[in-house]
């Protein structure tokens, strides 16, 4: 009866160790997962931040072509009416000429 209640004991420890150790395996796996989202989490929002500073740069960029081209419409204009004055007075001094 000794050795049948002693067999128990060490069945019952054994049961017991082996238990703990799946335990133990099953929270190493769990606390490995927890990190691996963790660091996807991560991951997602380093996207997430770099796709929002691309479209800032794309959003910056068209503005600054904007602005350019409105610019050098208005250059443009400047331009252009400069050569109307330049006419103008041109025609002016050759009425003024042809009158005299």
Known sequence: ??????????AQQQKADSFQRRKDEMCEALKHQMSQLEHDKKLKLHVQQQEAAENLRKKNELEAEQRAAAEARKAQVAKEAMVRADQMSELKARRAAAER
Not at 1 to 10: D, I, N, P, T
């Open 1 to 10: 009866a000794k050795y049948r209640a002693s067999y128990y004991v060490v």
